[in-house]
């Protein structure tokens, strides 16, 4: 069985791009604030010559290490949520709320809700793709952040539910995604994370908002969701507190039945009981055999050992 591989999303940064990096040490509440509070100030401050160079450099050591469907390592992106969110009506990024998000995991001052979310005006993510496209000729993915996961990385002050707002966010998200696929990015794929934290609200309405992102979306684009349990503000932090990914169990057969074509889910750093995967009939499963948290590099029999037993 030939298996295709691709990158989730997030690649690190080199260090002429002075923006917050994964990779870099620190306490665990001061990298993951750093990570995910925003100011003004450093919205721009790159120029546009180092984030294509950046860019470039990330998609091309995917392909150097033989990864079929490379991303492009949203270089361009501060972190994956709110680099979206500043092209969104109703998030306003001058007012500041203390929140915390991940369900305990994280605290961080986050942008405010405080009017209807809509589109801001002209796409952006098609221009992102187009350039990082051009880079390769292999199909480039592009990563969208989820309705649900932007409610936890944003403070409410506007909307009486978050079932409401999500719903809000996904029609401005299918905005987006519709520009992406008239670009010619053929796989698009949408991050929720909180998934497998709130697994009631993803069930309740998140699921429902998953497949509105991707409404319209041409058949032959492979519409794609990612759900990892968390990662930490730092390599080899050991006491994140990570979501339970019994949680998958939970939530497998109701994504089996929308519309989505590939799951995303982790594997290396929590060792799922891979008879999850017995849950999945019509979605094919990207399998995290990686542990990117962890400084050790794998040993490819040990990869190869469990990509044999999941198969």
Not at 37 to 54: F, G, S
Not at 98 to 120: F, Q
Not at 123 to 132: K, P, S, T, V, Y
Not at 154 to 168: K, P
């Given at each position: ?15 002429y791009i ?26 721009d ?73 809509e ?61 992406l ?13 909180l ?8 069930l309740?309405?998140g ?18 969701m ?64 990686v ?21």
């Amino acid at each position: 069985m030939a298996i295709s591989t691709t990158c989730i999303g997030a690649y690190p940064k080199p260090d002429y791009i002075e923006i917050g990096n994964f990779a870099e040490t620190g306490e665990q509440d001061d990298s993951v604030t750093r990570a995910f509070t925003y100011t003004q100030d450093n919205a721009d401050k790159v120029p546009e010559e180092l984030l294509t160079r950046a860019t470039l450099e990330a998609i091309q050591d995917q392909i150097d290490c033989g990864i079929d469907i490379p991303t492009d390592g949203e270089q361009r992106r501060e972190n994956y949520i709110h680099y979206h969110c500043r092209h969104l009506d109703g998030i306003d990024f001058g007012n500041l709320s203390n929140k915390v998000h991940r369900c305990g995991a994280a605290v961080a001052d986050l942008p405010t809700i405080s009017a209807r979310i809509e589109p801001a005006g002209d796409h952006f993510l098609d221009r992102d793709f187009q350039l990082a496209q051009d880079c390769s000729d292999r199909p480039i993915k592009i990563t969208v952040p989820g309705p649900l996961s932007i409610i936890d990385t944003t403070v409410n002050a506007y909307y009486r539910s978050e079932r409401d707002l999500a719903f809000d966010l996904a029609d401005a998200l299918n905005f987006e995604i519709r520009a992406l696929a008239d670009a010619g990015c053929r796989y698009i794929q949408v991050d929720e994370p909180l998934f497998v934290r709130k697994v009631d609200d993803a069930l309740s309405f998140g699921i429902e908002c998953l497949d509105r992102c991707f409404d319209g979306v041409p058949e032959d684009v492979t519409r794609v969701m990612h759900m990892c349990c968390g990662y930490p503000g730092h390599i080899d932090d050991e006491d994140y507190l990570k979501a339970d990914a019994q949680c998958y169990f939970q939530l497998a057969s109701a994504i089996d039945k929308t519309g989505i074509q590939q799951v995303s889910i982790e594997d290396a750093h929590c060792l799922n009981d891979l008879k999850l995967l017995e849950n999945f009939d019509d979605t094919a499963v990207i399998l995290g055999v990686v542990a990117i948290a962890n400084s050790r590099i794998e040993r490819i029999e040990n990869i190869q050992q469990r990509l044999e037993l999941a198969l």
